[in-house]
């Protein structure tokens, strides 16, 4: 797994998301890009931080930037969870875990001594070039989705 560093291209993709489209990195070619990763739709910290994003959208929008979220959960998964908790970002799905790994946010997590495979919650904003502005590697929750726009504000 390489570690992905500020100034690098941003790997580029085209998976599902919710609704059933295809997204792909370059459909937002010349606009800064949020793009969240987070372990699994419905639990209590990745519910929060959606509903953040979500929260801020007019005010990443009004920057000309556009949230996207991703996990290892299906589309049906995430459209119960948009639908649940009124998200209102693009969520991604990765089920192959290719994007994962290229971006370095898939590996091994540790929770009551047990260890397992999952997604390092992380978050990286892409700057208008396609290039690595900003990485936010093991995000806490609370206050993230406030300092990632201040971020896109400053770019």
Not at 16 to 23: E, F, K, S, V
Not at 124 to 135: K, T, V
């Amino acid at each position: 797994m390489t570690e992905l560093e500020t100034g690098q291209a941003a790997p580029q993709f085209q998976l599902p998301r919710d609704g059933g489209d295809i997204l792909t990195l370059s459909d937002f070619a010349g606009k800064p890009i949020v793009l969240y990763f987070y372990p699994k739709d419905d639990t209590t910290a990745c519910t929060q931080e959606a509903i953040d994003f979500t929260r801020l959208k007019p005010q990443f929008e009004q920057a000309e930037a556009v949230v996207i979220g991703m996990s290892p959960d299906s589309t049906k998964k995430h459209d119960k969870f948009k639908a649940k908790h009124q998200i209102g970002i693009d969520l991604v799905s990765d089920e192959t875990l290719k994007t994962l790994n290229d971006y370095g946010v898939w590996g091994e997590k540790t929770m009551y001594g047990r260890k397992y495979m999952g997604v390092e919650r992380t978050t990286f904003l892409i700057g208008r070039d396609g290039r690595i502005a900003r990485i936010w590697r093991k995000v806490r929750v609370p206050g993230h989705a406030e300092e990632v726009l201040e971020a896109v504000r400053a770019l």
